[in-house]
């Protein structure tokens, strides 16, 4: 295909989002918008899998020399198709509901390869994991661990890790070190007596280690650092307790690169190493093995393999403002309205030049601003507009809201496409109707 290079196009180390063909349309994994938009609707999202195994790459690459173990984390994206991709690699993935975990399930990952979270597992999910349908479970609380122990009794052995709330909040470009988290996630360094009692009563849950994820899109290495030392301390402390953490999980919350403008995500190599070294370094202070790290990145693996394709349905200036109301909306990504998530966006269907400050928002019954960027001035109804870096947290997050139909997700790569999850009938939106 006859392709030209747009800088603009050419970031995140050339991976995002796609190139121009010479006709100034764009295309996502070698496939024109105007084809994936022909061919399954809009909206849609494509998931480049060039991308999201150059992504895999990078991981392993970061983790592999100091043995840290990747686990995909799910929530970010899960479709049988996808997972069943994973599948032929050497990671891991992390479920936390029953859904998540039917879906590795038949996508062929094997138990051992599956580890269970969530921070409040209902009875059924204890119970797969009970019935040994995952290799870990990393429990968030006692009274979770006391159900798991009740539930597990006559079972044959069941390996746990606990979820620890080091106290470190990561946001972004900042974190806390300590009493910063006041969320409900985990077990805080000084409420281990009351696990430690009912581990000791429990022979079948077999202690196997820590973990602790502290946010999302972190761009900063030192907060993960900061967050295995604690973590090493904490494991120190339990260790005098006669409980040995084979395992540190460090969670996810790998930094993205959402705007071309906006410099460069996270140094991942430079963080992985300054973890592991400070891992061992912390566990030679205090006298404890040193563990078998792991990680379980979401967001950062699948984000920037996707692109969302809109096609526009309305322009308008409204107080001065210019308005282009395409045919998504919060119910296919409610990323940005939930917590200001930036995607940034490129006319798709050809190019233009001369760009204004434009409010790009969806056409649900709310004020659902996609994004404000710049876009070429001469917008008009059915041109595509593509944004990017949508691979995680959207479709995943996704809903019916206004009764509109789920997008088709689009395996995209080296020019050829394939449906992995169709786009929505109203037959589907109304099944569970009563009397529909
Ligand atoms: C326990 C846990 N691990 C991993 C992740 C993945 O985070 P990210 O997608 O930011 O890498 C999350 C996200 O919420 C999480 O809660």
Redesign the pocket.
Known sequence: MNVKDDPLLHWHEGLAPGQRRRDGELTVGGVSAGELAETYGTPLLAIDFDVLDAAIAEFRAACEPHGVEIAY?G??LLLVALARHLVATPLSV?VCSIGELVTAERAGFPAERIAL?GCGKTGEELAAAVAGRVGTTIVDNADELRRLADAAAGARPLPVVLRINTGIEAHTHAFVRTGGDKTKFGISPDGLDEPARILRSAPNLQFAGLHS?IG??IYEGAAFVENARALVRVAAGLDRLGFVSERLIV????GVQMDPGDGAGLNLKATIAGIASAVAEEAWATGVRVPRLGI?????LIAHAGTSVYRVVAVKRQFGRPFVVVDGSIADNPRPALYGAYHHPILASRESPATQQTVLCGRSCENDEIVVAPLPTDVQPDDLIAICTTG??TYSMSSNYNRFVRPAVVAVQSGRHRPIAKRETIDDVLRNDCDA
Not at 251 to 254: A, K, T
Not at 296 to 300: H, K, T, V
């Open positions: 984390a929530k970010a992390d979270h994820h999302s899109q969670g996810g919350g790998f379980e990145p979401g967001r950062a995680a947290y």
